[in-house]
C-alpha cells in the first residue's frame, strides 16, 4: 500500500508540474521536481534523470536534496497520521 502511495503522489506531482508549467499562474516546478524524486526511487529513467540534473547544475541539485527532504518529512507525516 505505500508503494501505490509514492507512485500515486510521484505521478500527481509530476502531472502538477507540467500543468504548471503551463499556466502562468501556478509555479510548477517544484511540484515537477518533487515528482521525479519520488519517482527516481521507483523508476530508473527518473532517477538517470536526476542524476544528469545534478551533474549538470550543481546548484539545481541542492534544490532538489533541500526538495526531497521536505517532501520526505511531508509524507512521513501524512504516513504517521494515517498509523494512528
Excluded at 507540467?18 to 527516481?40: D, E, H, K, N, T
Excluded at 532517477?47 to 539545481?60: D, S, T
Aim: proline share 4%; charged share 20%; glycine share 10%.
Amino acid at each position: 500500500m505505500q508503494r501505490f502511495f509514492f507512485l500515486f503522489a510521484g505521478w500527481l506531482c509530476l502531472l502538477i508540474g507540467l500543468i504548471g508549467g503551463l499556466i502562468p499562474v501556478l509555479q510548477g516546478w517544484p511540484f515537477g521536481i518533487a515528482g521525479l524524486l519520488i519517482l527516481s526511487r521507483e523508476y530508473e529513467w527518473a532517477h538517470n534523470l536526476v542524476e544528469r540534473l545534478r551533474r549538470r547544475f550543481p546548484r539545481f541539485g541542492r534544490i532538489m536534496d533541500k526538495t526531497s527532504d521536505q517532501a520526505h518529512r511531508i509524507i512521513q507525516k501524512i504516513i504517521g497520521r494515517q498509523a494512528a
